[in-house]
């Protein structure tokens, strides 16, 4: 298993956080989220937010990665009073979806300065946050089976700034597709380096040969979703996971809640992760399995040599 870089750092919302004490950690998830896509289903309640991290903590969860970017009410003023409260490490997103969650006049105005906007919310502070408060990733989004030209736009301006930054830059794949074409973006056209992509979604769309060839990258893998019952991931997941172990990738591997509307707030969320997949990954993979997944790969994946607007990025 490859080591976190010395002098690296997670940036959280109350400041840089040495790796080691990051703990066990959801890697995808939502605390607020905004659509409109998705009306009536706001995440915007942070008493209910609060009440999520609260049982997180109790279930022995230590760090929560909200994947919400710019412009769908990530609440980023929030977000330092729920960590202090709960004593939860939060980490928050810069970035942008996809189109369809934005109005058409409001991304045109995003467009302006993109990855300038982005690098100032990793290294100043985030829009709408408490001084001092900054972002830990780049959020990012690919479409089904291929990239637009938004995605193209969006993603260039995240590989500016990451290599402005160091940052790790998050994918979401529509239904788990379109991953070679985010990685033939990023890394090949753009030069961010495999280990600083997190690749999300990817058990929604089952292909095993697939992930092996993306694992074998250096690339990350999100594995999210128990809150998702109609996307159907649970029954797979532990084949993935199978499959992935068994290639020699466990420390390639990311584990998330990912709830992005009210009504999954009902379902088992992040304390699943702890409750029920930790102790079933220890019997099948191992005692060690669920530290590795859940500890040890986030503190890899999220943690970065931080450059304040410089051009050197950091490896992963």
């Known amino acids: ?43 915007d309640d942070p008493a209910a937010a609060e009440e999520v991290l609260r049982a997180f903590a109790a279930a022995g969860g230590r760090a929560f990665v909200q994947w919400t970017p710019a412009g769908l009410g990530r609440r980023a003023d929030a977000l330092p009073g729920l960590s202090r409260a709960t ?9 942008l979806h996809q189109a369809v969650h934005y109005d058409p006049a409001d991304l045109e105005r995003r467009y302006a300065g993109l990855a300038g906007f982005f690098t100032a919310e990793l290294t100043t502070g985030l829009s709408g946050a408490p001084e001092g408060v900054r972002a830990g990733l780049i959020k990012v989004a690919g479409d089904y089976h291929g990239l637009d030209a938004h995605t193209r736009r969006v993603m260039a301006a995240a590989a500016e700034a990451h290599h402005a930054t160091g940052a790790p830059i998050a994918v979401h794949h529509e239904l788990g597709t379109a991953a070679p074409d985010v990685l033939d973006l990023l890394c090949e ?13 990817l058990n929604r769309h089952p292909d095993l040969r697939l992930h092996r060839r993306l694992a074998s990258t250096g690339a990350f893998l999100a594995l999210d979703g128990p809150s ?10 532990f084949d993935t996971v199978a499959a992935l172990i068994e290639a020699g990738h466990a420390d390639r591997l990311l584990l998330g809640g990912d709830t992005t509307t009210r009504t999954a707030r009902h379902a088992p969320g992040p304390t699943h992760l702890l409750t029920a997949l930790a102790p079933r990954l220890s019997r ?18 999220f943690a970065t040599e931080w450059q304040e607007g410089g051009r050197e990025g950091a490896g992963g």
């Open 228 to 237: 998702r019952a109609h996307h159907a991931t649970d029954h797979h997941l």
């Open 189 to 201: 056209r753009h030069g961010v380096p495999p280990g600083r992509v997190i690749l999300g979604h």
């Open 1 to 43: 298993m490859s080591a976190t870089v010395a002098g690296a750092a997670v940036r959280t919302v109350l400041g840089d956080l040495d790796p080691a004490a990051l703990g066990a950690c959801d890697a995808h998830d939502h605390l607020f989220l905004r659509s409109p896509g998705l009306p009536g289903e706001e995440l």
């Open 87 to 95: 004593g939860v490490h939060l980490v928050a997103a810069t970035g």
């Open 284 to 301: 099948e993979f191992g005692p060690d399995a669920p530290h590795r997944l859940l500890t040890a790969n986030p503190a890899r994946a």
